[in-house]
């Protein structure tokens, strides 16, 4: 079974500095999707981000950029000029051939502040 | 383009009484998914649809929860009897197909809380 550890339940950010929020992985699958998720408070989980096992380059997707390591299962995002409107939780998901399942891990609460 | 709607977004009932909540995926998305999402803790998938066919309910506590989407479009997930162990909220989610490449896209969940 997959599991996705993230081991920072809160972080803090001045506005406009830079943040990486860490996630790691178990999976003895070759094929597989990583994602970033967001979930403001009280509104809906949206993607921030994803990267497919198999490309060596990191995904980026404006201010958000991950630095994913394959061979040490690791899968960190880095947010660039931090906003207020990055203030939510953010979740590392895990989504792997053998299972159409998302796996997510417990979540990183990001204050960011002014 | 409309996303994924639930209702109710608040739902207070006591142990024991049975409750139900609704789920309307993103129009032509084939795959529609059930989560439990309880406090400080990660989404955890309950069950997943392909049209209105079930392809993984395992973590599914099929003693009480039960599922169905008919016709493949809206989904409802009922619990009965409720157990205050099941407070917590309950999102949905849709894919075009199904596939661990599929992003989801995700409602904005329905908050139970369990007296």
């Known amino acids: 079974a997959q599991t996705v550890t993230q081991s920072q339940p809160e972080m803090s950010v001045q506005e406009a500095e830079t943040v990486t929020l860490s996630c790691t992985y178990d999976t003895s699958e070759n094929n597989y999707y990583l994602f970033w998720y967001k979930q403001p408070p009280s509104r809906q989980m949206i993607l921030v981000i994803r990267?497919?096992?198999?490309?060596?380059q990191n995904a980026t997707e404006n201010r958000f950029s991950v630095n994913f390591q394959k061979a040490a299962k690791s899968f960190s995002l880095k947010i660039s000029d931090s906003q207020l409107g990055d203030t939510a939780m953010y979740f590392c998901?895990?989504?792997?051939?053998?299972?159409?399942?998302?796996?997510f891990g417990k979540g990183t609460k990001l204050s960011v502040i002014p | 383009e409309a996303g994924v709607a639930q209702s109710p977004r608040y739902k207070i009932i006591e142990k024991r009484q049975s409750v139900a909540f609704w789920c309307n995926p993103i129009?032509?998305?084939?795959?529609l998914y059930w989560y439990q999402q309880i406090l400080g803790q990660g989404p955890k998938l309950l069950i997943q649809?392909?049209?209105?066919?079930?392809?993984?309910d395992s973590q599914l506590p099929k003693d009480r929860f039960s599922a169905e989407r008919l016709k493949g479009v809206d989904s409802t997930l009922k619990i009965q009897p409720a157990k205050l162990e099941d407070s917590a909220v309950y999102l949905c989610a849709s894919s075009k197909l199904a596939g661990y490449q599929e992003t989801q896209y995700f409602g904005p969940g329905t908050r139970l809380l369990v007296l």
């Open positions: 990267q497919e096992a198999y490309k060596q």
């Open positions: 649809f392909q049209n209105n066919g079930v392809v993984d």
């Open positions: 998901a895990f989504s792997g051939a053998g299972s159409y399942q998302l796996t």
């Open positions: 129009s032509g998305h084939a795959t």
